[in-house]
Structures are given as structure tokens and as C-alpha cells.
């Protein structure tokens, strides 16, 4: 069939509309009319964990459930509805505050990310690896190990290699007392200063509530609000938070 430009098969354009909230077509209905008409699926942003020289595109996408059974928006669509070879429409947005500094080839850079947030961090890795530059120190916290450790295989190999110079964990579920990311990096407080005195510069990548405000706290309690302050002019402390 003909949809909004294209010729696709019917699944491929029902597979766009935000279907709890689709009306069945009236009696007698045109299906072009009728498809035009239906509340397509909001915009759900995602960070690309992949760089440009890897070929594909690469995201790290986990399915929310709601409490009714209900799948999220863009997690359900992409997990569940959409179909292998599926042509998916997309806009890429640059996140002008979450690239590498174009100065920053000689610089430590110290990573810290929770759950999905790996993603941006991975693609900052990655081109960190390409460029040949190895004084990166990551500090990541998921649930449990063997099922969240996202991006393992490159991680590992990436220390094998030599480029990432430190690598904190944080599982949360796999000991009594619960112990994530900013817990590793209170622990570590003396190496974060030392790499701060370095001139690193700090990325974090993941949840505001919880990782990101706690995270920030233990940066506060390391360098002061004045420290802080001062980093973030310098363009040494960079966050995506969500």
C-alpha cells in the first residue's frame, strides 16, 4: 500500500500507529484516509552507542512493562512490534554538550553510567579506542552481572588492550546490602582526585534520580561547589541524565 510517501505493507504502517489508542475504521472507510487519521507513535529518544566507522547504527534498548501489562511506547515498539528488515524512521539529534572535546586527545577521562546510560559511554569509548588514547577509567552499576552487564565483550576486550585503564563495577543485586555506582565512587575517592589533579574530565550517562544526584553529591563532598563550578566551566563536567 501507499503510506505518507511510501510503499510499504499494511503491518509495516499499523506497526506505526500508537495502537491502544487507534479507532477502527467506519463502515465503508478508505484505508488511506483511515491510516492518516490514527494517532502515530510519539518521538522516544535514544542514545547511539556505536561511532560512524563501525557501520550500523547500535542502541540498548530494555522493554518497559507498566503495571497494567501495558509495553512503553518506544521500548514496546521496538522490541515487540517492529519487524526484522523493518525500515524504521528516525532523526538524529546531536547532544552538543556530550562529545568529546576536540582538546581533550592528551586528557584522562574518567566515565560514569548506570543501566542504559552505558550507551552514550560506550560510543565515547569507542572513539576514544579509535584514536588511540588509553587514560579512560570506568565506573558503570546495573542489577545483576550475567544478565545486565551491557557491552561486556567490548569492555572487556578494551581492558585487555589497554584502553581502559580502570574499570569500577557496581551490581547491585548480587550481594545483601545494596551497593551501586556512586558507592564506587566514594570508595575511590582518593583516585578520583589524582585524576582530577590530571586535568580529567568527568562524563556521566544515565538516570537523574538516584545515579545522577547521587553521583553529583559525591563529587561535591570530593571537590566543593566551587570545585564543581569551576570543572563545568571548564567544560569538565558533562552529563546526559534522564
Given at each position: ?13 499499523l ?14 472507510e478508505?484505508?488511506?484516509p ?49 519487524m ?15 562529545h ?16 542504559t ?26 542489577r ?92 569538565r ?6
Amino acid at each position: 500500500m501507499h503510506y505518507q510517501g511510501r510503499h510499504i505493507p499494511l503491518c509495516w504502517a499499523l506497526a506505526e500507529l500508537q495502537l491502544d489508542k487507534v479507532q477502527p475504521p467506519a463502515h465503508g472507510e478508505s484505508l488511506a484516509p483511515w491510516l492518516a487519521a490514527q494517532p502515530k507513535l510519539p518521538l522516544r529518544s535514544y542514545s547511539i552507542a556505536s561511532v560512524p566507522a563501525e557501520g550500523p547504527i547500535t542502541l540498548l534498548v530494555r522493554q518497559v512493562q507498566c503495571k497494567d501489562g501495558a509495553l512503553g511506547i518506544g521500548s514496546g515498539w521496538l522490541t515487540a512490534w517492529a519487524m526484522e528488515q523493518q525500515p524504521v524512521q528516525i532523526r538524529l539529534r546531536s547532544h552538543n554538550q556530550f562529545h568529546l572535546r576536540a582538546d581533550s586527545s592528551n586528557t584522562p577521562l574518567i566515565f560514569i553510567a548506570n543501566g542504559t546510560g552505558i550507551a552514550g559511554i560506550r560510543a565515547l569509548l569507542a572513539q576514544r579506542v579509535a584514536l588511540g588514547q588509553r587514560q579512560n577509567w570506568l565506573l558503570f552499576g546495573e542489577r545483576k552481572q550475567q544478565s545486565d552487564f551491557f557491552f561486556a565483550r567490548d569492555i572487556q576486550q578494551w581492558q585487555q588492550q589497554g584502553f581502559i585503564s580502570h574499570c569500577s563495577l557496581a551490581f547491585s543485586q548480587e550481594q545483601t546490602e545494596k551497593r551501586y555506582v556512586q558507592h564506587v565512587l566514594a570508595e575511590q575517592q582518593q583516585q578520583l582526585r589524582q585524576w582530577l589533579a590530571q586535568g580529567a574530565a568527568i562524563y556521566v550517562c544515565g538516570s537523574l534520580h538516584g545515579m545522577g544526584e547521587a553521583v553529583h553529591e559525591v563529587l561535591q563532598q570530593v571537590v566543593g561547589e566551587a570545585g564543581l563550578a569551576l570543572l563545568k566551566q571548564q567544560g569538565r563536567y558533562r552529563r546526559d541524565l534522564y
